[in-house]
């Protein structure tokens, strides 16, 4: 399928920036620490020119995506080198703002359809400056080009991989990015659906964008697409021109391709040792990349005149003319920013995790039933027993474990959302669609309805059956604590979650919270807490939780209990609550407590998100 070149300059539209030219000198990477560590990569350089698409071949393991990784900006520990844009070194944060990484894995939201996720990005990609009408039409021309179309109203997860593909390259084609790297854009696509995909990228990079893709091992007709090739073989640069040279600088070397052979094929045995060791020659013949190797016609000056050089050197040979890539020109430092604004980030990025929420099975109809579930359970367990002076420590005991069940019931599904997400956030957050911190606040405020819903609808159904004070404000204030413990335990999953990786953070979430039961006045009075032990408990959530829960229904002047047996000492209510060191407890202290905790988690949270961030990479 043809790309009208029409719509191209429409989009080229969006932003006026320069065209960027990528350059990279003496690139190593190296891997683990100590007697572990592995070379990957042995100082390569490279040129990569705006208006040409680049191919970097290499057999498997030869370092061709942990170089692709390293100039995305993905990649930054254990990295040596100098990569330049426009011959000035890159600022990371601004050059993201520039420039797109698409992955070979798809990393994507399933439970969102075709449709919802282009439009999710095309607001966050190309902002508020941009009218609805512009989006939709940018939106219907990729998904035509990228045969889209007929899958428009499907669900992510029921795509197949060629689909999942060409959907995570159409996302990110919506603002026509001055630089885009492509690991392995063709994995999973039949041959038309390739060149279709290459095609799209050729014509992009014919407007003056630098569009460099990793391929396998293309066939001889899609690789005619490039217009540049970059073979790496060992972590080393063996080749760095355009296509028509390379089998040129292959004779050169003694290295005679056969006629009718596809030359992709023949360069790849050659780096993967069928030839004998010739691997040297040809990195040196190259200089590692530091030199661009273009045959003396007229096609190859043309291309060669678009390019910053610094020197040409004439080899004896005098149809080969050997070009040294140099830096020039200048880009500009700015601050890093994104197409949407703030409220607009929050705003679409909430809408699109409540789509998320709402399908998910786990996240709505299980958590539903279980919290109905465990309050039939309960109310049974304890039916009509909150006006019996007689069984009024069971009572209490009802309020204690109420607490244990809003809190593991608010903890755990929110302790997977951000290691279930969190290739999604890498990709995404990298590709500058939209900043940490609007992400941080859209997922917690996503799930705040439901951790209100869910505890009042369990709260409700206890708070009846077992016969509580029909009192609107007391069943209101048991009510806030509830809910209060509801967010506490939403804070600790979702810190727990960004900071750990999955299998440890489903087990911290519930081993993590024993010393805040522990604490919390009713396993142990706290009078009884031994001193050096006793300030823990002014750090415990589940003290002030069950410190309002008690106060809630026992205080504030509370009449005398029923009694079923001929005596009941428990019958004054504020008898109960000295016997848990509670008489001179605060309801508003209790209430103050909790949301101090919940704010300071939430903060915590943030961080450890970012840690985890700049961590993986």
Same mark, same amino acid.
């Given at each position: 399928?043809?790309?009208?070149?029409?719509?191209?300059?429409?989009?080229?539209?969006?932003?006026?920036?320069?065209?960027?030219?990528?350059?990279?000198?003496?690139?190593?990477?190296?891997?683990?620490?100590?007697?572990?560590?592995?070379?990957?990569?042995?100082?390569?350089?490279?040129?990569?020119?705006?208006?040409?698409?680049?191919?970097?071949?290499?057999?498997?393991?030869?370092?061709?995506?942990?170089?692709?990784? $390293?100039?995305?900006?993905?990649?930054?520990?254990?990295?040596?080198?100098?990569?330049?844009?426009?011959?000035?070194?890159?600022?990371?944060?601004?050059?993201?703002?520039?420039?797109?990484?698409?992955?070979?894995?798809?990393?994507?939201?399933?439970?969102?359809?075709?449709?919802?996720?282009?439009?999710?990005?095309?607001?966050?990609?190309?902002?508020?400056?941009?009218?609805?009408?512009?989006?939709?039409?940018?939106?219907?021309?990729?998904?035509?080009?990228l045969g889209l179309t007929e899958s428009r109203r499907t669900q992510i997860g029921c795509l197949s991989g060629g689909e999942c593909k060409r959907l995570s390259i159409g996302l990110e084609l919506l603002d026509n990015p001055d630089i885009l790297f492509l690991d392995e854009p063709t994995s999973g696509l039949d041959s038309s659906a390739s060149l279709q995909c290459v095609g799209l990228l050729r014509e992009i990079a014919r407007s003056g964008r630098t569009v460099v893709a990793t391929i396998h091992q293309p066939s001889s007709r899609l690789l005619d697409y490039f217009d540049h090739l970059y073979i790496v073989a060992c972590g080393s640069c063996i080749y760095q021109g355009p296509i028509g040279s390379l089998v040129p600088y292959l004779q050169r070397a003694n290295l005679n391709c056969p006629s009718y052979h596809n030359p992709a094929d023949f360069v790849m045995d050659v780096a993967c040792g069928e030839y004998?060791?010739?691997?040297?020659?040809?990195?040196?013949?190259?200089?590692?990349?530091?030199?661009?190797?273009?045959?003396?016609?007229?096609?190859?000056?043309?291309?060669?005149?678009?390019?910053?050089?610094?020197?040409?050197?004439?080899?004896?040979?005098?149809?080969?003319?050997?070009?040294?890539?140099?830096?020039?020109?200048?880009?500009?430092?700015?601050?890093?920013?994104?197409?949407?604004?703030?409220?607009?980030?929050?705003?679409?990025?909430?809408?699109?995790?409540?789509?998320?929420?709402?399908?998910?099975?786990?996240?709505?109809? &299980?958590?539903?039933?279980?919290?109905?579930?465990?309050?039939?359970?309960?109310?049974?367990?304890?039916?009509?027993?909150?006006?019996?002076?007689?069984?009024?420590?069971?009572?209490?005991?009802?309020?204690?474990?109420?607490?244990?069940?809003?809190?593991?019931?608010?903890?755990?599904?929110?302790?997977?959302?951000? #290691?279930?997400?969190?290739?999604?956030?890498?990709?995404?957050?990298?590709?500058?669609?939209?900043?940490?911190?609007?992400?941080?606040?859209?997922?917690? $405020?996503?799930?705040? #309805?439901?951790?209100?819903?869910? #505890?009042?609808?369990?709260?409700?159904?206890?708070?009846?059956?077992?016969?509580?004070?029909?009192?609107?404000?007391?069943?209101?204030?048991?009510?806030? $604590?509830?809910?209060?413990?509801?967010?506490?335990?939403?804070? $600790?999953?979702?810190?727990?979650?960004?900071?750990?990786?999955?299998?440890?953070?489903?087990?911290?979430?519930?081993?993590?919270?024993?010393?805040?039961?522990?604490?919390?006045?009713?396993?142990?009075?706290?009078?009884? &807490? #031994?001193?050096?032990?006793?300030?823990?408990?002014?750090?415990?959530?589940?003290?002030?939780?069950?410190?309002?829960?008690?106060?809630?229904?026992?205080?504030?002047?509370?009449?005398?209990?029923?009694?079923?047996?001929?005596?009941?000492?428990?019958?004054?209510?504020?008898?109960?609550?000295?016997?848990?060191?509670?008489?001179?407890?605060?309801?508003?202290?209790?209430?103050?407590?909790?949301?101090?905790?919940?704010?300071?988690?939430?903060?915590?949270?943030?961080?450890?998100?970012?840690?985890?961030?700049?961590?993986?990479?």
């Amino acid at each position: 399928m043809q790309v009208a070149s029409s719509d191209l300059k429409t989009a080229a539209k969006i932003h006026d920036d320069e065209s960027l030219d990528f350059t990279f000198r003496d690139l190593s990477f190296t891997t683990g620490k100590g007697k572990n560590a592995k070379r990957i990569l042995n100082q390569m350089s490279g040129a990569f020119k705006s208006g040409q698409l680049t191919a970097i071949l290499g057999p498997s393991g030869a370092g061709k995506s942990s170089l692709m990784n $390293i100039l995305a900006g993905l990649k930054t520990s254990g990295v040596e080198g100098q990569v330049y844009v426009n011959g000035v070194d890159r600022e990371l944060k601004s050059f993201r703002k520039h420039s797109v990484y698409i992955s070979q894995q798809d990393h994507l939201l399933t439970n969102l359809t075709v449709d919802e996720y282009m439009i999710s990005a095309a607001h966050l990609k190309l902002g508020n400056r941009v009218p609805i009408n512009d989006k939709l039409s940018m939106i219907e021309h990729v998904m035509k080009t990228l045969g889209l179309t007929e899958s428009r109203r499907t669900q992510i997860g029921c795509l197949s991989g060629g689909e999942c593909k060409r959907l995570s390259i159409g996302l990110e084609l919506l603002d026509n990015p001055d630089i885009l790297f492509l690991d392995e854009p063709t994995s999973g696509l039949d041959s038309s659906a390739s060149l279709q995909c290459v095609g799209l990228l050729r014509e992009i990079a014919r407007s003056g964008r630098t569009v460099v893709a990793t391929i396998h091992q293309p066939s001889s007709r899609l690789l005619d697409y490039f217009d540049h090739l970059y073979i790496v073989a060992c972590g080393s640069c063996i080749y760095q021109g355009p296509i028509g040279s390379l089998v040129p600088y292959l004779q050169r070397a003694n290295l005679n391709c056969p006629s009718y052979h596809n030359p992709a094929d023949f360069v790849m045995d050659v780096a993967c040792g069928e030839y004998g060791d010739v691997l040297p020659g040809l990195v040196s013949g190259i200089e590692n990349g530091r030199l661009i190797y273009q045959e003396n016609s007229a096609s190859a000056m043309a291309m060669q005149s678009s390019a910053p050089v610094v020197e040409s050197q004439m080899d004896d040979t005098k149809d080969v003319t050997v070009t040294l890539m140099g830096g020039g020109g200048s880009s500009k430092k700015e601050k890093p920013t994104y197409s949407a604004p703030f409220h607009t980030q929050v705003a679409v990025l909430l809408e699109r995790t409540w789509r998320i929420i709402w399908r998910d099975k786990m996240l709505t109809k &299980v958590r539903f039933f279980t919290h109905v579930f465990l309050g039939l359970l309960v109310g049974t367990m304890y039916w009509l027993g909150g006006n019996d002076a007689a069984v009024i420590l069971n009572n209490a005991s009802m309020l204690f474990f109420n607490l244990l069940v809003i809190l593991f019931a608010s903890t755990m599904p929110t302790v997977v959302t951000f #290691p279930l997400e969190r290739k999604v956030l890498v990709r995404e957050h990298l590709n500058h669609w939209y900043s940490l911190k609007a992400y941080y606040i859209a997922k917690t $405020i996503a799930d705040i #309805p439901f951790q209100v819903l869910f #505890p009042g609808i369990y709260v409700s159904i206890v708070y009846l059956m077992s016969s509580q004070p029909m009192s609107a404000d007391r069943f209101a204030m048991l009510m806030g $604590i509830t809910i209060s413990l509801a967010l506490c335990g939403q804070g $600790i999953g979702l810190l727990l979650g960004a900071f750990f990786d999955i299998q440890v953070a489903v087990f911290l979430a519930p081993t993590g919270c024993i010393p805040f039961v522990l604490f919390a006045g009713f396993l142990v009075n706290l009078n009884s &807490v #031994p001193y050096y032990m006793s300030w823990m408990t002014y750090f415990s959530f589940m003290r002030y939780a069950f410190e309002g829960s008690m106060l809630s229904i026992y205080s504030f002047d509370r009449p005398l209990l029923t009694c079923s047996k001929m005596y009941c000492h428990l019958r004054y209510p504020h008898k109960l609550l000295e016997q848990f060191d509670m008489a001179e407890s605060s309801y508003f202290l209790s209430v103050v407590g909790m949301l101090t905790f919940f704010l300071v988690v939430r903060v915590i949270g943030y961080f450890a998100l970012s840690f985890k961030l700049k961590y993986m990479r």
